[in-house]
């Protein structure tokens, strides 16, 4: 496997600046923290000397960025179905199923998605960690539909990249209670930690802005079928945004008041676009509504 060594000189214009802010102007794939823990690992050379990323730069210093071998996994591959849309030696896009957990976290080191992908694919990018070995964004446990890996790390920050700079198409199909005033509307209000229940994102005034597209693809009873655009990528976003405008995902147990009898939330990332991290081509998927969303559409369309 061919590890990346980035070289860089700096200039009179960049003398003065800390080494991590001028490499992240320099490599802007790789995250501010992802460059700092690679100072604090020694893998960041100043003038053939580790460098603390705090560091500030001279004229003329030679700069070596030394992309790390990938850590031994700790997390066990598995036999879990997967449902693979596409493939390619670059990434694969998957429809993962409700109630499968992204990556491992505290308490649940396996049956999760990462353990499916290391017995599925040979290689994985290695920017997430051991933890998330190939994840490039992520899905809630309950929420189902396209969720891309990449196989190496240059596809895994080309496509990150495209996220950060709200490039990727992100369209869900959402199950909400009620029935709205308006066919569609554009809901722009940030989302931060809901300072009265710590589990909970919430519209708060110092949140980070947050904008969602909401357009009515059929009223039901007593809910609505509707069709989620995101322009921005926070954390349980869909789920804020409806609860902001009361009309809450049906089956959500954090943030609907009356959750009703639905397995889980419904909500089920329909399609995903973004352009090919090597040939830059544009590329998109749709996954197929999943059994449970559509007989909970078909229980309430009466």
Same mark, same amino acid.
Request: charge should be positive; hydrophobic fraction near 40%; include cysteine.
């Given at each position: ?22 490499? =992240? ?19 960041? !050379? ?16 030679? =700069?070596? #960025? ?15 179905? !997967? ?7 670059? #990434?694969a896009v998957l429809d993962k199923a409700p109630g499968l957990s992204v990556h491992p976290g505290a308490g649940a080191r396996s049956g999760t998605l ?32 396209? #969720? =891309?890996?990449a196989k190496n790390d240059a596809a895994h920050q080309r496509l990150s990249a495209q996220f950060a700079g709200r490039e990727v198409k992100k369209i869900?199909?959402? #199950? ?107 590329m998109e998927f749709e996954a197929p509504i999943p059994d449970d969303f559509a007989a909970a559409l078909a229980g309430t369309d009466r």
């Open positions: 496997m061919t590890l990346a060594r980035l070289e860089f000189l700096v200039s009179a214009e960049q003398a003065g600046s800390r080494l991590d802010h001028f490499l =992240v102007t320099q490599a802007p794939h790789w995250s501010r923290s992802r460059i700092q823990s690679l100072a604090k690992a020694g893998h960041i !050379l100043l003038n053939g000397q580790p460098a603390k990323p705090k560091t500030k730069l001279q004229a003329g210093d030679a =700069v070596v #960025l030394r992309e790390p071998p990938p850590e031994s996994s700790l997390i066990a591959a598995e036999e879990i179905p !997967l449902r693979i849309l596409f493939e390619d030696d670059e #990434l990462v353990n499916g992908l290391l017995h599925h694919f040979k290689a994985l990018s290695a920017i997430g960690g051991v933890e998330r070995p190939g994840i490039v964004h992520r899905l809630d446990k309950d929420t189902s539909g396209c #969720l =891309v890996v869900y199909l959402a #199950l909400a209670r009620g029935h709205f005033k308006n066919r569609a509307l554009l809901v722009e209000a940030p989302i931060g930690r809901d300072p009265n229940h710590r589990q909970r994102m919430a519209v708060v005034e110092s949140g980070r802005a947050a904008k969602t597209t909401f357009r009515i693809l059929r009223e039901i009873e007593g809910a609505s079928l509707v069709e989620c655009t995101l322009h921005t990528g926070r954390t349980h976003q869909i789920r804020v945004h409806l609860k902001y405008l009361d009309h809450p995902l049906l089956g959500d147990k954090l943030y609907a008041r009356s959750p009703g009898a639905f397995p889980r939330q419904m909500l089920h990332a329909w399609r995903l676009g973004f352009f090919h991290p090597r040939t830059k081509g544009w």
